[in-house]
């Protein structure tokens, strides 16, 4: 595996793939590798000729107050999960490589799409993921870029930015893979104390709650989220900062349950804010 630190090893070598006529498959990431990447990247491979993989912490979807110092890192774990699963390069660069000291242009989607569900606390993260994305796309140009549904926000504000900015890119969703009890995957259940991580069960309960009652007939978003929030106030370790349902594509809050609609939640636990969502129908 090509381990490249600048944007022109990046260029230099996918541009000798694509004068192959191979593919190229491009999975973003922030390092700290788990499974839930490691589906990403099985699927790049199983789709693609080529697959890239970045591993860069960017600093600017972290707001002031958040763990951007604190987020984990363990780089020589991630190249021997990315070799493990067949990635062809994983691209490691330094904050200076990515970000001018002067830069001053963002892509950001200028409708309420970025405002809502994790938008409300945190107003600048979207903006940051679209910047770097879009920084991504270029360096990289890949035919198909992968992401996964747990960040179903991040997911639909992608598409919408790829669309409206004509890449050209196909942008893969891929499930949330969970641990045995439900928790979905993420870097940052690493901060969490035991105590904490069974606490941290109460997101999937709440899901699984939300799903068995849309099963039963329930179609009112209101009740179907004012019953999550109750099993999840019960949990002592737990604070909700939005259990929500939303248009899957807009993100817009909708009434209705109807197929497609996207129910999402995210949840302090102690210290550490986690999401989750389902889709009603799937
Ligand atoms: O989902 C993530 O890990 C990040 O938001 C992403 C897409 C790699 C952009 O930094």
């Known amino acids: 595996m090509i381990i490249a630190k600048t944007v022109a090893q990046v260029r230099e070598q996918t541009a000798k793939w694509k004068a192959d006529g191979l593919t190229v498959g491009l999975v973003p990431t922030m390092g700290y590798l788990h499974e839930g990447h490691a589906s990403l990247v099985d699927k790049a491979v199983s789709e693609c000729d080529r697959v890239v993989v970045s591993d860069f912490v960017n600093?600017?979807?972290?707001?002031?107050?958040?763990?951007?110092?604190?987020?984990?890192?363990?780089?020589?774990?991630?190249?021997?999960?990315?070799?493990?699963?067949?990635?062809?390069?994983?691209?490691?660069?330094?904050?200076?490589?990515?970000?001018?000291?002067?830069?001053?242009?963002?892509?950001?989607?200028?409708?309420?799409?970025?405002?809502?569900?994790?938008?409300?606390?945190?107003?600048?993260?979207?903006?940051?993921?679209c910047t770097v994305v879009a920084k991504l796309f270029n360096i990289v140009t890949p035919d198909k870029a992968y992401f996964g549904q747990k960040d179903a926000q991040q997911l639909a504000i992608i598409r919408r930015m790829a669309r409206d900015m004509s890449y050209g890119i196909e942008i893969v969703g891929c499930p949330i893979i969970r641990e045995s009890d439900g928790l979905a995957k993420s870097s940052r259940n690493t901060y969490l104390n035991a105590d904490e991580r069974k606490a941290a069960t109460v997101l999937y309960r709440a899901v699984t709650l939300g799903k068995r009652l849309?099963?039963?007939?329930?179609?009112?978003?209101?009740?179907?989220?004012?019953?999550?929030?109750?099993?999840i106030e019960a949990?002592?370790?737990?604070?909700?900062?939005?259990?929500?349902?939303?248009?899957?594509?807009?993100?817009?809050?909708?009434?209705?349950?109807?197929?497609?609609?996207?129910?999402?939640?995210?949840v302090y636990i102690g210290r550490t804010r986690l999401i989750d969502n389902f889709t009603v129908g799937e």
């Open 59 to 129: 600093p600017t979807q972290f707001g002031p107050n958040e763990d951007l110092e604190a987020y984990p890192r363990d780089f020589e774990h991630d190249c021997a999960l990315l070799e493990k699963h067949g990635a062809d390069m994983v691209f490691y660069p330094d904050v200076s490589e990515m970000y001018f000291p002067d830069a001053a242009t963002y892509v950001e989607i200028l409708s309420d799409m970025p405002k809502m569900l994790c938008g409300k606390t945190r107003p600048i993260h979207f903006r940051g993921v």
């Open 214 to 231: 849309i099963q039963e007939g329930e179609r009112g978003a209101d009740k179907v989220t004012a019953e999550m929030k109750k099993l």
């Open 235 to 266: 949990e002592p370790l737990a604070r909700i900062d939005y259990v929500s349902a939303a248009d899957g594509v807009t993100m817009e809050p909708v009434d209705k349950l109807d197929d497609g609609v996207l129910v999402a939640l995210a």
